[in-house]
């Protein structure tokens, strides 16, 4: 096979495309080049299964697909036995950046692009947003901390 002047830029092009297309998926998809490091990018948050403080309970973030829109599912079950404890909705899954919980309760934290941080107070095995905006905890770091002056 004779390697022509348009062969050769058709590879070159090819190999670049195969390069963009690997750098897109290494943005876009953060396992993609081993193990994720949300520190940076989620702060205190995780869009991981994170276990409460005493890890007697573990949260778990599915996407619920709607009609109009996708939401953010936070399922908290049961660590031994996987039983479902609790559940709640706390933002459109496009918007959503994790959750954390609180260092010595069973409240959890939500940030979200387009509504913020919420905290979801735990009470009478009911978690429900606590609209008020209380303080959060000075070790609940939200990425959007760095722009505050």
């Given at each position: 096979?004779?390697?022509?002047k348009?062969?050769?830029?058709?590879i070159i092009?090819a190999?670049?495309?195969?390069v963009?297309?690997?750098?897109?998926?290494?943005?876009?998809?953060?396992?993609?080049?081993?193990t994720?490091?949300?520190?940076?990018e989620?702060?205190?948050?995780?869009?991981?299964?994170t276990?409460?403080?005493?890890g007697?309970?573990?949260?778990?973030?599915k996407?619920?697909?709607?009609?109009?829109?996708r939401n953010?599912?936070?399922?908290i079950?049961?660590?031994?036995?996987g039983?479902?404890v609790?559940s709640f909705?706390?933002a459109?899954?496009?918007?959503?950046?994790?959750?954390?919980?609180?260092?010595?309760?069973?409240?959890i934290?939500?940030?979200?692009?387009?509504?913020g941080v919420y905290?979801?107070?735990y009470?009478?095995?009911?978690?429900?947003?606590?609209?008020?905006?209380p303080?959060r905890?000075?070790?609940?770091i939200?990425?959007?901390?760095?722009?505050?002056?």
């Amino acid at each position: 096979m004779k390697l022509t002047k348009k062969k050769i830029g058709l590879i070159i092009i090819a190999a670049v495309i195969v390069v963009v297309l690997c750098g897109i998926c290494a943005i876009l998809i953060p396992s993609f080049g081993g193990t994720p490091s949300y520190s940076e990018e989620y702060c205190s948050f995780t869009p991981e299964d994170t276990y409460s403080y005493d890890g007697k309970l573990v949260a778990h973030q599915k996407v619920e697909k709607g009609v109009d829109e996708r939401n953010i599912i936070v399922e908290i079950k049961d660590s031994q036995t996987g039983e479902l404890v609790g559940s709640f909705s706390p933002a459109r899954a496009w918007d959503f950046w994790g959750i954390c919980w609180e260092n010595d309760s069973y409240n959890i934290w939500t940030q979200s692009g387009d509504v913020g941080v919420y905290c979801w107070r735990y009470q009478d095995g009911v978690w429900e947003c606590d609209f008020s905006h209380p303080e959060r905890p000075e070790y609940i770091i939200s990425k959007y901390d760095k722009y505050k002056e």
